[in-house]
Structures are given as structure tokens and as C-alpha cells.
């Protein structure tokens, strides 16, 4: 099992930066490949970014592409979702996702890969 809190979310003005953290216990943190979902009202929950388990390969959704930056560190079994130059349409809960990969370089974008979610925090971004 492991355990996800997301933190970090909040209102914010078109233009903004906020940074999402999301804290990870249970299982070996760095066997897991990492990724962010959001989930606008009456929207499925979209893929935003994902990393694999060192971190050292990213992937991103084509509109956030330039302006988030997803990272980890696995010495604190964390990760961090960057996010600048914040639209209205960014607007949604962010959720983080694990993925059992080991230590392969695989990554993950689909959202039934992920096993295990956070409970997810509200970004809001005002015009």
C-alpha cells in the first residue's frame, strides 16, 4: 500500500506560479513511477505530467507543456508538481498517482496504470 497527500493547492491569479507537493509513505518510494492528474467539475480526470521512478524522464500533456514542471526527490519520498504562468482553464483538483514500474524507465499516462491516488487538493486560477 502506499500513501498519498497532495498539498499546495489555492487561488491564484491568471499569470501565477503555485507549486503542488505530494508526500508518499508505505511501500519503496522509488519503485513507483509518479504522475499528476486533475479533474475539472463535470470532466473526466485528465493526465497533466508524469516521471518515472529517478525522475530523470518526464512526460507531459501537450498544454501544460513549457509551464509545469513535474520532479521528485526520493531521499523524502516526495514530488512536486511546478506549475507557472497559471490560465482559468488550469482550474481544477489536482491529484498524484503511483505506478508500480520498479526500476525500469517505464512511464505512465494512462490513468488505469496508476494503482494508488491521493485524496487531491483545488487549484483555482482567477482572470
Known amino acids: 500500500q502506499v500513501h498519498l497527500v497532495e498539498s499546495g493547492g489555492g487561488l491564484v491569479q491568471a499569470g501565477g506560479s503555485l507549486r503542488l507537493s505530494c508526500a508518499a509513505s508505505?511501500?519503496?518510494?522509488?519503485?513507483?513511477?509518479m504522475g499528476w492528474f486533475r479533474q475539472a467539475p463535470d470532466k473526466d480526470r485528465d493526465f497533466v505530467a508524469a516521471?518515472?521512478?529517478?525522475?530523470?524522464?518526464?512526460y507531459y500533456e501537450d498544454s501544460v507543456k513549457g509551464r509545469f514542471t513535474i520532479s521528485r526527490d526520493n531521499a523524502k519520498n516526495m514530488v512536486y508538481l511546478e506549475m507557472n504562468s497559471l490560465k482559468p482553464e488550469d482550474t481544477a483538483v489536482y491529484y498524484c498517482?503511483?505506478?508500480?514500474?520498479?526500476?525500469?524507465?517505464?512511464?505512465?499516462?494512462?490513468?488505469?496504470?496508476?494503482?494508488?491516488w491521493g485524496q487531491g487538493t483545488q487549484v483555482t486560477v482567477s482572470s
Open positions: 516521471t518515472t521512478w529517478s525522475g530523470l524522464n518526464t
Open positions: 498517482a503511483a505506478a508500480y514500474s520498479g526500476k525500469t524507465n517505464n512511464i505512465y499516462t494512462n490513468r488505469g496504470s496508476y494503482d494508488y
Open positions: 508505505g511501500r519503496t518510494f522509488s519503485n513507483y513511477a
